[in-house]
């Protein structure tokens, strides 16, 4: 089976533009959470979709803003793009199958705002 | 606040020789305990979790982990340490007094296993 896809692989942006990122979860899974990481740390929870609904969001400004589709496919879009915004954006799957499920990571999406 | 500590930014040992990475927690109640691992330029892979039972956790590559409650800590071990496990690893708990499933992580251990 298929991992988590994410697209595009890389982006750049300069500052104050829009972007809108893709995930695509395992089949089946139908929690997809985002995370940022930024260079040198550890990945921040952005936002969690279960079933299209939002059901977590991280300490992120509105600038970010989520959706799940009815494939459980999710965008994460970000507006009035920020310098600061340069990281790499992890998206994770998990099943509904427990509480203790593993979330499981795509490769990510390398974001350069400049 | 709930958070995550990994205290070394980098592990050095050579190849055979036993490793450890540390990892303390900071959260509420009884949290679930995962660590991954990354490889330059790509997301992470999960290596194991402990939910409950054993404080010993078995998981991917021959990588365990020991809980200690007491401690508030999750040390991740591998008895012979290998060049390919060179990486970046992460520690990640879930706390459950939260809605939804957000990780906390630490901000990583690079591991260097020299030949």
């Known amino acids: 089976d298929a991992g988590v896809t994410q697209s595009p692989t890389h982006l750049i942006k300069t500052r104050g533009q829009h972007v809108t990122l893709r995930c695509s979860p395992i089949?089946?899974?139908?929690?997809v959470s985002w995370y940022q990481q930024v260079l040198g740390q550890g990945p921040q929870f952005i936002f969690q979709y279960y079933e299209k609904e939002e059901r977590g969001r991280g300490n992120f400004p509105d600038r970010f803003s989520a959706r799940q589709f009815p494939n459980y496919s999710s965008e994460l879009n970000v507006n009035a793009l920020l310098l600061g915004d340069s990281a790499l954006y992890l998206c994770?799957?998990?099943?509904?199958?427990?509480?203790?499920?593993?979330?499981?990571f795509g490769p990510g999406t390398r974001l350069t705002v400049l | 606040a709930q958070s995550v500590a990994q205290p070394e930014d980098q592990v050095n040992v050579a190849e055979g020789n036993p490793l450890t990475v540390k990892c303390t927690y900071s959260?509420?109640?009884?949290?679930?305990l995962f660590w991954y691992v990354q490889y330059p330029n790509r997301g992470l892979q999960f290596l194991l979790k402990y939910i409950t039972g054993d404080n010993l956790v078995k998981g991917s590559y021959g990588f365990e982990a020991e809980f200690n409650k007491s401690q508030t800590s999750f040390h991740l071990k591998k008895p012979s340490a290998l060049v390919s496990d060179s990486a970046l690893y992460f520690c990640a708990v879930r706390p459950l007094n939260q809605a939804g499933t957000a990780l906390i992580f630490g901000k990583g251990t690079t591991l260097s296993v020299s030949s």
């Open positions: 994770a799957s998990r099943s509904d199958s427990g509480l203790a499920d593993t979330q499981y």
């Open positions: 089949s089946g899974h139908k929690s």
């Open positions: 959260v509420s109640g009884n949290p679930y």
